[in-house]
């Protein structure tokens, strides 16, 4: 009995998302008197994965790992999962890992509970609190199978670091060109931007900022702050922003500790994909903006005129 | 070719969400359903690739018949025929095995899903799905095009977008923009009274997960305002007081 943790990584580079997805595993396993094992695959180990709480670590370089394959990943982690004897399996729930969970599963026989975001409960049973209804509810799950399977949302548990090592296991990986069962063609990668999944401050825009034209107010207190940008659906619609900035029901949802929305009224369906952010300040023309309802910090203003101040003022602190 | 589209139906995304039995069920009351969004464009998606193919389309929805209306839907948006599983969908994995076990009955060569429903957004049953058929998963696409028995799609990554392909029969989820939504026509809505909806019994499986208890999120305490004459004041207090760079 173990817990293995599906260390991601993106470029060569293990992602925040892991190093929170470790420290889940590493508490859990505490919690259950076991061990912590976090497996990479096509990375060679860049960080030793210890000092965030794994005992362990596999790792996979076959260089079929280049490229992404749902099943050629899934059937890495199910091996050494079987061979190290692991019941429960941790995934970030990024695209990498909701394409790879549910495979697992099978291959498992587990339960699986995705949009995880808080530790299990394994007192009597094994429960977790999961997102439900976008964002609106949250459901308690319990997974009754021996074998479990959890996906936690990036942001949802905080990064705790161990002055320890961790071991390195070598496993035989018998993945062969065969298991691959679709082929990349090409990927294109937004370079020098921050992942809105995993940003911890998020500057989004809405209809309010009347059109592309002002984007740059968003940009430059975004890159003032280090934080990612996000938008509301109909910006995306009308192809003000790219859809991969699209937060919401129907969006991405996010959890960053900061999230300023200006010039978006805040309907149920935006809200979904956000509340569960930390903070949250809405600049709104409109002081009966449903918005004001859901935010910690407001300001009632034109935000064409507000945002330049705000960026201002954190290069004066910056300096 | 014949494409099966697994259509979920859905609350209403303006639905307040409450809960009954001591907050351990979802009160239905008054709530409105509708057909999961995604699910309306991998519809519509391949119904155009069935179009361009001399192909069929079938539906499937595991749920009780109160989704009739909304399958009835469906037919009238073009599929050809429509299957239902008569159980209430209990859990991801419950739904893609009864999918999986009418699937094995039919020849389909391409399975389009959405990329999640509102209602639970687990975005599990495609891949459950491909697992339980051994069939390649394309997730969360955002194109997809059929052509000499290859499925050529994109799919969206963290950070980025990615060109794939993969041979058929393949199980391939919907995301926002893959194309514009159809909506039924009159001629649509008649043809569908008679289109065949088939009612299928569901097979028998283990309880892998159960939702114990429900509680809503925390909600805000009440808002802060700040003059906007003052507005450099909501950065000192993000700087000072909420730590947050
Ligand atoms: C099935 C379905 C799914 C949906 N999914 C999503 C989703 O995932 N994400 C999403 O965002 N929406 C979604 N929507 C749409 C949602 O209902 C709203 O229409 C949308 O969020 C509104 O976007 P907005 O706030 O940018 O625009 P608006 O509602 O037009 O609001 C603009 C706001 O800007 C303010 N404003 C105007 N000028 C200024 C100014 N100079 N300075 C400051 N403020 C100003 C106005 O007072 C107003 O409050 C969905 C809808 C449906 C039906």
Known sequence: ??????????????????????????????????TCIAISIGNKGTENLGSFGAHQEVLYVNELYQTFNPQSYAKAISQTAQQLDCNVIIISQTYTGKSIAPLLAIKQNASIATGVIGMANTIDGFTVKTTAFSNKAIAHVKLNQEQKILTI??????????????????????????????TVLSTHKETGKIPLTEAELVISGGRGLKGTENWNLVEELASALGAATACSKPVSDMEWRPHSE?????GITIKPNLYIAAGISGAIQHLAGVSGSKVICVINTDPEAPFFKAADYGIVGDALEVLPRLTRRILEIKK | MKILVCISVVPDTTTKITFKDNDTTFDKSSVQYILNPYDELSLTRALEIAEQNAGTVHTITVGESDCDPIIRKALAIGAHEAYRVDAQPKNAPFVAHQIASHVKSENYDLILTGRESIDYNGGMVQGL?????????????TEINYSDQEITACRDIDGGRE??????????????????????NMRGIMMARSKPLNVIKAIDLPEFTEITKYELPPSKTGV????????EELIDILHNEEKLF
């Open chain 1, 1 to 34: 009995m173990a817990v293995l943790i599906f260390a991601e990584s993106d470029s060569g580079f293990y992602k925040k998302s892991t190093f929170e997805a470790i420290s889940y595993g590493r508490k859990l396993a505490d919690q259950l008197g076991t």
């Open chain 1, 153 to 182: 949302i990036p942001n949802s548990y905080q990064i705790n670091t161990y002055s320890e090592t961790s071991e390195i296991i070598n496993l035989e990986d018998t993945i062969a060109a065969s298991d691959i069962n679709s």
């Open chain 1, 246 to 250: 699209h937060v919401g029901q129907t």
């Open chain 2, 129 to 141: 799905l491909a697992e339980l058929l051994q069939w390649p998963l394309i997730n969360v696409a």
């Open chain 2, 163 to 184: 060109n794939v392909k993969s041979s058929i029969p393949c199980v391939v989820s919907a995301q926002k923009d893959l194309c514009e939504p159809r909506i039924p």
């Open chain 2, 224 to 231: 802060k305002l700040i003059s906007a004459e003052n507005a």
